[in-house]
């Protein structure tokens, strides 16, 4: 359970989120609706920040990923062949006396107990779980509740025209890999990017817009050769430490190789908005908790106010974005459901493969075919039709042709937003002459995702010369950057409003400015959100100082 | 009906789409679903584009607009305020003997009839209306279907459950009105953008991506005092020419001042993109037509291939935006449905009206009075008790309050990107010496809005020196622009794939830019687009070149 201290600072960043335009209720004056929030003014540009250095960071920057825009609303098989349909639900269970209704694994959790399964599988209420409403330990058994938002596309409603809100953005890039592949110029290794909004019917959304209804998520996915190519083309598969950034990709990198790239790839991308790695907290799947068709998958975690300890007491942090490799079982299953086709053929492997050693050759077929057959039986495929199966696919390898394998970072947007939120949150209080006291609000962006890069200040509103010049400069400055003009109040007011929507930068321009002390003329003080301190810089040199700090 | 000519360029247009990644079918591997388009690499690029541009010029720009990003499922009383729940439908009939389901208007305009409606305003089908599937007769009598598709939030499906996907961006505006005013420090007038998915679930989605289930808006509502607070504040209120620029808004301008202003802005936006005046139409809505609260609204059309003709065989053009002057008609129903009050306090006005005559006072009194009892009475207020609210309305007014008025100038995002891509497509034969032809494609998108913006050709791509400079520039131009790097092919082949993609300059990097001519070392060509052109630019001239193009 958090501390109070901490629920206290969530509510005193939830109230600021509020009253500066960051976050809104969704339909706050219809009483809101659970689990939907709006973004205000604030809160607009900062995510519309924090998406397009996504979108630059991993699609227009590189070479090797192209983009992608796809539906919400796609064909329900979609959503069969990737296991949503079947299994994407929470256990659900309601109070027999109060008819209160709670996800069940938290229900257990909120009381220092654990959800388990019995032996076939179903998950049961331990003893003495009790309601944490009124009480009662009259509960109903955990039954699985689907979390995908269903409606009905067209003029019948019936079991046809059934369609989901996409419970997440990957699955259409795999249902248009070949598309983007064939239209693209693009040759594994490459990826797809896409930012998007995905919706999950949660039980019980909790933790402010952490864990909300709707959403918006960015993924990659990153195809490459499976190891058993790679090794066939390069004598052997690279391998690289756990840790640290292994450097430039390499051909003859395989799946673990690249999983690391994108782990700290990613990490140097949050590191990029101010959130540095000791805000952070990592945690590697468990051989446990890893999906079947998994090999890894490493959590990037940031260390929320609400974040539960561990037992050192230190803040274990919550998922901001997993990087999942995903062997090729995403493909897989949407060439088995589609039946199309979904493999590639790579010509330097057919060439590499004819001139291997024979038993290299059956070395690589046999582990090839071995793990198809594992995918196949796995995912429900008889032991003899998995056998032909996989005879064909090592046969396809053998000349060329595989189901690209898949690393998938998946980084939810609202959370990171929330994370920024709170990492850039800062209070202190000021005592004046009179002894009389206040707290001061300074959010902290980084000036990369800060909604407003620089306010514009003329000193007085009442002097035309000042507010004149002072509209050049901001006309100057906004094809180029956010500006917010403010000519209310004292200066003081206005770098303190500034403070509190996280502008970097305040330029004011006042009587030296048009010249009053002539060494002045067209300067203007830029004073530096975090620290106060002013400088004085041409108004010729200000848009390059600008963009130099917030690119 | 379509010319084939103008069906064949359409073929044409969704052909070239498909082959070079702008647009697929949703979900095509499973078959596709009806009204569903997805982006592909280059098409999400466009759109990204567009989306950009349209917040800039209409939030980022101004200091008078406001942005806002709000959910696709909101409360649903935000639906009945907005009157969606009760009359958002189109008619719909079916064919009692092939089952086929149609849009009755459109199955009547199909064969050159027009839907009417009986003395109970139930809509009837012309007689002799036949089936277009089996040419039956027997058609069941049009009823209306909601174009709302509808979900339910939380566990339980029942009536208190059921929730809507948003069929427009507007009503989070209005809904979230208040929280933005009062945390944007922004004073009437002024309005909200925005920009977002909304879904409709039309009965028979139509033309490519011009009439989907799923596409995405951006809205302005831009809040303006009514006609009789300006008056009483300036004494009088201005109107403009009903055509041309009314030039930057001023404190006297009425309803129909700011609506000619919005127009003529976003007539500007779609020239600033590419579309020029002479492929737009206009249609100014009938009093027939305006909804009952609507004071005035403009259509901005464009012409597509698929667009039907008038009588002088011209080419009348499809809806790219509306821009309706909606008076206070949806901040007074979401005050009513909601019980929260959406008037604003000015104190100008107050101030002005406590020095107007008597007369004047009362002149502006009933005028205010009349229009808001007039608009109490068509919303189904009995007679009374719109009396007696009308009266505290006009008091309120007297007292500086009023609800604000709104201009909305709406805009589909989908619909603008395909007429971008059918105003870009042109094609061109080309003969070789051996008398050979081929067809080249050129998409001439204004460089504002190309996915691409420069190509980055090493002449070679087995010189190392020109790879390793070509690269150099690539790096230079990356964090600007969208940069495409390609060394395969011949120069020509791959200026051709450019073309085909819209990029409007391609950069080649040869052996004088090595300093082969020493007097060109450092230099490359630039390749116009349009026009084949060639000129020779120094490197560090490039940026700068290009920047000035594209932004």
Redesign the interface.
């Known amino acids: 359970m958090a501390e109070p201290k901490e629920n206290l600072q969530m509510e005193k960043i939830v109230s600021l989120c509020?009253?500066?335009?960051f976050i809104?209720q969704?339909?706050?004056?219809?009483?809101?609706?659970?689990?939907?929030?709006?973004?205000?003014?604030?809160?607009?540009?900062l995510?519309?920040n924090v998406k397009?250095l996504w979108?630059n960071t991993m699609t227009?920057?590189r070479?090797d990923v192209?983009?992608?825009?796809?539906?919400?609303?796609?064909?329900p098989?979609?959503w069969k062949a990737s296991g949503h349909v079947d299994t994407f639900s929470d256990p659900?269970c309601d109070c027999k006396k109060c008819k209160r209704?709670f996800r069940a694994d938290q229900l257990c959790e909120d009381q220092g107990l654990t959800l388990t399964k019995d032996a076939s599988g179903k998950f049961v209420l331990p003893p003495g779980t009790k309601c944490t409403n009124c009480d009662s330990t009259d509960l109903t058994e955990p039954r699985p509740?689907n979390l995908m938002?269903?409606?009905?596309?067209?003029?019948?409603e019936s079991e046809d025209s059934v369609?989901y809100?996409r419970p997440e953005t990957a699955q259409?890039i795999f249902?248009?890999f070949?598309?983007?592949l064939e239209?693209?110029?693009q040759k594994v290794p490459f990826g797809i990017g896409?930012i998007g909004?995905a919706?999950r019917?949660e039980?019980t959304p909790r933790n402010y817009t952490f864990r909300s209804?709707?959403f918006e998520q960015m993924e990659l996915e990153f195809f490459i050769k499976p190891d058993e190519a790679v090794e066939a083309i390069h004598g052997s598969v690279v391998t690289v430490p756990e840790t640290g950034h292994p450097g430039e990709p390499q051909p003859n990198w395989g799946w673990q190789a690249w999983h690391q790239y994108w782990v700290e790839e990613r990490v140097r991308f949050y590191e990029g908005i101010g959130l540095s790695r000791d805000t952070l907290g990592f945690h590697r799947q468990t051989a446990d908790e890893l999906a079947h068709y998994a090999r890894a998958c490493v959590d990037i975690l940031f260390k929320f106010p609400f974040s539960k300890r561990d037992e050192k007491g230190e803040l274990k942090g919550e998922e901001l974005e997993g990087i999942a490799a995903r062997s090729d079982f995403d493909l897989s299953q949407?060439q088995r459901?589609?039946g199309?086709p979904m493999s590639v053929f790579d010509e330097e492997l057919r060439t590499a493969w004819g001139k291997l050693p024979k038993e290299k050759q059956d070395d690589l077929w046999r582990r090839y075919y071995e793990n198809r057959k594992k995918y196949l039986t796995k995912t429900g495929v008889a032991d003899e039709a998995a056998q032909k199966q996989a005879t064909d696919d090592a046969n396809a390898l053998a000349k060329g042709s595989y189901i690209p394998h898949v690393i998938e970072p998946s980084a939810g947007v609202d959370r990171l937003i929330l994370a920024l939120i709170t990492n850039a949150y800062t209070e202190a209080t000021k005592t004046d002459d009179k002894g009389k006291s206040e707290t001061l609000y300074t959010m902290k962006f980084h000036p990369r995702v800060a909604p407003i890069k620089v306010g514009v200040l003329p000193l007085l509103k009442n002097k035309p010369d000042l507010v004149k010049k002072a509209l050049t400069v901001r006309d100057l400055l906004?094809?180029w950057l956010?500006v917010y003009?403010?000519d209310?109040g004292s200066i003081g007011k206005r770098y303190a409003?500034q403070d509190e929507a996280g502008t970097p930068f305040c330029v004011t321009i006042d009587f030296d400015t048009l010249g009053e002390k002539p060494e002045l003329l067209d300067t203007v003080t830029i004073r530096h959100r975090d620290d106060g301190r002013q400088e004085r810089l041409k108004i010729s040199e200000l848009l390059d100082f600008l963009l130099s700090k917030v690119?």
């Open positions: 509020k009253r500066r335009g809104f969704s339909s706050e004056i219809y009483g809101g609706i659970n689990g939907f929030w709006d973004y205000g003014p604030l809160g607009a540009e995510k519309r397009e979108w227009r920057q070479d192209a983009g992608l825009e796809a539906t919400i609303i796609m064909s098989q979609i659900m209704r509740f938002f269903k409606t009905y596309v067209g003029p019948v369609a809100l259409a249902a248009q070949k598309n983007v239209t693209s110029r896409q909004k919706f019917n039980v209804r709707e949407h459901f589609s199309k906004r094809p956010n003009y403010d209310g409003r690119r």
